[in-house]
């Protein structure tokens, strides 16, 4: 097979942890509606089994880092398709199992694990094997399986559902819908043995003979040959019989740089229109429950078209022209929203907005972060940094879902002078955020190495040299 393909057949494989990701979010906010009827849930106890798996994410990133140093990546997005699969069989409840809220939270815990290992694992691991003039392309990949999985599991929630009464939706319909996932996470987990280990984490672990075999078989001979060296020289530098800290200095201040960026992707409120966007959409603008497939199609549409326009400039534009392009965007959007509910012109242009935030963040802050979060830390904390990032947008998204509704129903928010608008202005504010940090902290990243993006970082030179 031709090296190019054999990268990319390879990268689509393992971003699959990303559609999976976006597919058990999908299953879940799909199949809520029928099992909170099936075990009479009340809000709190909905509230907790749709977001517990939001807690086993912040845990498997949290171990996401050790495991992948110990197991590799390859092998820690194979234990993360084991749990999605487990999840996905359980989360249905045969009958020989009790039928229990207990049980259903346990499986939808080791789901989150399984999603927490693959958020770190299969952007590092594209990272990893990618050259650098398409890494921010390959890298996308994984938010478009996001972007993918979650818009193919709502067609199939959606005709799971639509071919059954309520009352045989209720009984077995959403346990058909959580045995879906079985499909992509089997296949996940049968196509990981085909695809290679990373060739930077075989030459952390010395074995440079089967780097330099990976590589020749990705990149050619000749790419492969300078690549081998451009790692070895990164990892001699690193060699300097010291434990690296991560307090350290240069060390902690690349770490808290991304574990910021990291959390200010889920503060722009991107779940909170995904997760609630049936809400939005039927509280704020006034639709009606008869229209939510039309406006979920609508989200998940533009979302997908506007992730694809982010893998075409990534390269070419860069990386930070394309978080102050979304950034402004993201902001025009949720200001129209909120300019619209505040003077009580509900209407067109409050659709515009929710859509072009949508779209803004899909050729921006989501993919954008991901290509940066797998560039930005040195070979030897690479594991460990990913882990302490990604860690931080599962706890920054579990505190938006969270908040997002008590804000939204607050009488603050629905007093006469916000009429609805209080949280979209708050969002605004973080989105802001997001430019100014960009502009001061954020580096340009497109087109150089792994090896040649540490020496843009202050790291002290006892932790460099041999």
Avoid at 40 to 61: I, R
Avoid at 262 to 267: C, E, G, H, P, T
Avoid at 320 to 336: A, D, E, H, W
Avoid at 424 to 449: D, N, Q, R, V, W
Wanted: glycine residues 10%; proline residues 3%; hydrophobic residues 50%.
């Amino acid at each position: 097979m031709h090296s190019k393909s054999y990268l990319i057949l390879t990268t689509i494989v393992s971003a699959l942890g990303g559609l999976l990701f976006g597919y058990d979010t999908g299953v879940i906010n799909g199949s809520q509606y029928y099992f909170s009827q099936y075990f009479d849930l009340d809000a709190v106890m909905k509230g907790w089994v749709v977001g517990s798996a939001l807690l086993g994410c912040f845990v498997g990133a949290i171990i996401a880092g050790p495991i992948s140093n110990f197991m590799g990546r390859k092998y820690s997005l194979i234990l993360s398709s084991i749990l999605f699969s487990l999840s996905a069989w359980g989360s249905g409840l045969p009958d020989f199992l009790p039928q229990s809220v207990s049980l259903l939270v346990v499986f939808r815990l080791i789901g989150g694990l399984g999603i927490g290992l693959a958020s770190m694992n299969a952007p590092t691991y594209i990272a990893e094997i990618a050259p650098a003039k398409i890494r921010g392309t390959l890298v996308s990949y994984y938010q478009l399986a996001i972007v993918i999985g979650f818009f193919v599991v709502f067609l199939a929630t959606y005709f799971i559902g639509s071919s059954a009464t309520e009352a045989e939706n209720i009984e077995n319909g959403w346990r058909y819908m959580l045995w879906s996932e079985l499909i992509p996470s089997l296949s996940f987990l049968i196509l990981l043995f085909f695809v290679p280990k990373s060739p930077r984490w075989l030459a952390l672990k010395g074995l440079k003979s089967q780097a330099l075999e990976v590589l020749t078989k990705i990149h050619g001979k000749e790419v492969a040959n300078i690549e081998i060296q451009e790692i070895e020289k990164s990892l001699k530098k690193e060699k300097s019989g010291l434990k690296v800290n991560i307090f350290a200095k240069g060390i902690f201040s690349i770490i808290v740089i991304g574990t910021v960026l990291s959390a200010l992707q889920q503060f722009t409120g991107i779940n909170a229109v995904l997760y609630y966007g049936a809400d939005i959409f039927e509280k704020a603008l006034g639709f009606g429950k008869e229209d939510v497939l039309a406006q979920q199609i609508l989200l998940a549409g533009v979302n997908l078209v506007f992730t694809f326009v982010a893998m075409a400039t990534v390269d070419r534009f860069g990386r930070k022209p394309l978080l102050y392009i979304g950034s402004v965007g993201m902001m025009v959007g949720f200001l129209l929203l909120g300019v619209s509910l505040m003077t009580g012109n509900v209407g067109l242009v409050s659709l515009i907005g929710v859509l072009l935030f949508v779209a803004a963040f899909a050729m921006s802050m989501g993919p954008v972060v991901w290509v940066i979060l797998s560039e930005m830390f040195p070979n030897k904390i690479r594991s460990i940094g990913m882990s302490i990032a990604v860690a931080a947008q599962w706890a920054a998204n579990y505190v938006v879902s969270q908040s997002f509704p008590i804000v939204a129903e607050s009488d603050l928010n629905n007093s006469d002078f916000w009429s609805g608008s209080l949280p979209y202005f708050i969002f605004s504010l973080f989105i802001l955020a997001i430019i100014f940090f960009t502009m001061k902290y954020i580096p340009e990243t497109k087109g150089k190495s792994l090896e040649e993006l540490e020496d843009m970082w202050d790291i002290p030179e006892e932790l460099k040299k041999a």
